[in-house]
């Protein structure tokens, strides 16, 4: 199988191919949060200029106690890193193993990082007929077959659904009973934060959880991720980063943007509204299936004769930016996906979509 190096939100480089500004186009291909970064941010990377004359605090503390305070955790298992990403590339050289099943279709970074380390690599393909709906019966008979990690993305991206608790607690009891190690990316979980098993996992030793303040918060440019675990763990992984990974505007940001409940209340609510509105909206394409989604995306199914691809590239000409999903293991060149974004912007997207497949 080969794997393409394919991610949404590459508007420096459409910008450039169609000689426009990169804020000229509408980049539904990201999914990032539409009100961009919390004013109270703004403020924070501004006043934390003058500090860039020093090395970044390297211990993280100030982030971690800000993050252990909003998720009800201890900062012993908190794990900072620039982006889930470093995470998700030092994984591999600190659990045991090298075999690894990856719940599909998933972020295809896992894969590359796995590669990196020589492990071996299966795919536990769920399908759009069942709405990716888990078998985790299927999943346990699998796992018995011997396997040392489990890559599982909840709420699932680009598929948007979320596995409730209950059944992410029956996975991991069985990950535990088959000796594997479960690694659960939450990178989207502050959409639905109710469902997140960061308690179950902190507790516990046989998985990490992974999280970004890329998405929820907009500020991938900064590049900030953790991951909670438990303290030996954390420990390995703090070790692998090396002492600067995480930059100084990148630890600000997040203390920042933790403080900012309105920002973030704002944010839950406008994602919820204008989740429905698309949803609605699609409903009167009859070319198009959007299933359903508990984030700030929706993987949408175009039928009638047109490719994600081929509605990509008529899209780009009106400056919109969509992600077509042929590259996702188990999903086919009819599939893409599309960020919630704000009401004008979503509205153009209705429109230029009317226009384009009528
Ligand atoms: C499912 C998933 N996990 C992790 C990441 C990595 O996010 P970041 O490195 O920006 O924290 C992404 C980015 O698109 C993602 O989609």
């Known amino acids: 199988m080969s794997y393409t190096y394919d991610h949404g939100g590459n508007v420096f480089t459409v910008a450039r191919q169609l000689g426009v500004l990169p804020e000229e186009i509408t980049d539904f291909s990201a999914s990032i949060n539409p009100l961009g970064m919390s004013p109270l941010v703004k403020d924070a990377l501004a006043s934390a200029l003058d500090s860039l004359v020093h090395y970044p605090d390297s211990s993280h503390r100030d982030l971690k106690l800000a993050l252990a305070r909003h998720h009800g955790l201890s900062p012993a298992n908190l794990v900072i890193a620039n982006g889930s990403t470093e995470l998700i590339y030092h994984l591999p050289g600190v659990i045991h193993g090298k075999r690894a099943l990856i719940v599909a279709p998933s972020f295809s970074e896992y894969v590359r990082s796995l590669n990196q380390h020589r492990w071996e690599t299966r795919d536990f393909t769920l399908s759009p007929e069942n709405s990716f709906d888990l078998d985790v019966d299927a999943l346990e008979r699998t796992l018995a077959e011997g396997f040392d990690a489990l890559y599982l993305c909840n709420p699932g991206n680009p598929s948007g659904h979320l596995y409730p608790l209950d059944v992410i607690e029956r996975i991991y009891r069985i990950c535990t009973a088959s000796g594997t190690f479960l690694i659960l990316d939450e990178a989207f979980m502050d959409f639905c934060e109710e ?131 042929a590259t996702f293991t188990g999903l086919t060149s009819g599939f893409f996906r599309i960020a919630v974004r704000t009401r004008e912007e979503n509205s153009r997207l209705v429109d230029c979509l009317a226009n384009t497949l009528k």
């Open 195 to 325: 469902a997140s098993a960061k308690q179950l996992i902190a507790r516990g030793k046989n998985g990490i959880v992974l999280r970004s303040m890329t998405k929820f918060f907009g500020i991938p440019g900064l590049r900030l991720g953790y991951a909670i675990a438990c303290d030996t763990l954390t420990e390995r992984l703090d070790a692998m980063g090396g002492p600067w990974s995480v930059n100084t505007l990148a630890l600000t940001a997040g203390v920042a943007a933790l403080q900012d409940s309105e920002h973030i209340r704002q944010t839950s609510e406008l994602i919820r509204q204008e989740r429905n509105y698309l949803l609605d909206q699609l409903t009167a394409f009859p070319m198009l299936k959007a299933y359903p989604s508990s984030v700030n995306y929706l993987l949408v199914q175009i039928t009638g004769g047109i490719t994600a691809i081929e509605l990509k590239e008529r899209l780009v000409r009106q400056r919109i930016l969509i992600r077509d999903c």
